[in-house]
């Protein structure tokens, strides 16, 4: 998971384009294009960047009218990362060091920028989300679960397991069993509504539904009718299924959750 995918574009202005330019000129196309960073490259790698502070710094020592390429030509390269940096290790790096930008710079060259507060977004929905299926994972259930405890409004939990999952991948190999869970996964994302929460860990998926006892009656009856009729190559996947509500069946989550677990494995 490598910074490349994080990279955002953002705007370039070359030093050999600015000889007749001065301060005040760019200033003008700074704020005729609403920017919030404006990068002057030199040998296509970035020596400065404009941003609101720096105009500011410009009319407090009286650069505006200075000619930009003779200020700037002797200005060191700014530090970069390399887009193969890992996200986790770019993350830590600019929050230790108070960065709220950093250029990204592959083969000498400029490709764009890391915006801290954007990647601090993406890091944290990285972080709930199961790779390989795509939904939530355990830990962000589990935060679920702790938060939930604070209020006081009707939640429907429905908990799935897919069985034989190592019989499937002795005979079939690894990437049958992966394919299993995303067939899964999508099944059951295509059946709760947009506000409700599916959650992926080994075998398992919880579902959240954030309505009455009908609603999630509704869904479960869905959900456990798609996957009995699921067929991957010709091969029916066996699963269980059950379901809880709070307060309708049980007034207290971790105990209702206790439940469900224990209807699980009696339907072995």
Request: charge should be negative; glycine fraction near 2%; hydrophobic fraction near 45%.
């Amino acid at each position: 998971m490598n910074l490349m995918d994080y990279v955002d574009k953002a705007e370039t202005l070359n030093l050999e384009d600015l000889q007749d330019k001065n301060f005040v000129d760019i200033i003008a196309i700074f704020h005729a294009k609403n920017l919030s960073r404006l990068y002057i490259l030199k040998n296509n790698k970035p020596i400065f960047v404009i941003t609101p502070k720096e105009i500011v710094d410009i009319f407090l020592n009286n650069l505006q009218n200075e000619n930009v390429y003779n200020y700037l030509k002797e200005k060191q390269f700014l530090p970069c990362f390399n887009p193969k940096l890992h996200v986790i290790d770019a993350y830590y790096q600019m929050r230790k060091e108070r960065v709220n930008f950093m250029p990204v710079c592959e083969d000498n060259k400029f490709i764009g920028e890391i915006d801290f507060n954007i990647l601090n977004l993406k890091i944290t929905y990285v972080v709930i989300k199961d790779e390989l299926s795509g939904v939530y994972n355990r830990k962000y259930f589990d935060v679920i679960v702790e938060e939930y405890k604070d209020f006081d409004k009707p939640i429907g939990i429905i908990c799935i397991e897919i069985k034989d999952l190592p019989i499937f991948e002795g005979l079939y190999g690894i990437d049958m069993v992966f394919y299993i869970i995303k067939s899964y996964a999508d099944i059951l994302k295509k059946s709760v509504r947009n506000i409700d929460f599916v959650f992926r860990w080994d075998n398992q998926f919880r579902i959240m539904v954030f309505n009455n006892f009908e609603v999630t009656a509704k869904i479960f009856e869905r959900i456990k009718n798609r996957l009995e009729n699921l067929k991957i190559n010709d091969i029916h996947i066996p699963f269980s299924i059950c379901m809880t509500h709070i307060p309708e069946v049980n007034e207290d989550i971790v105990l209702a959750l206790e439940e469900c677990e224990e209807k699980l494995i009696k339907r072995d």
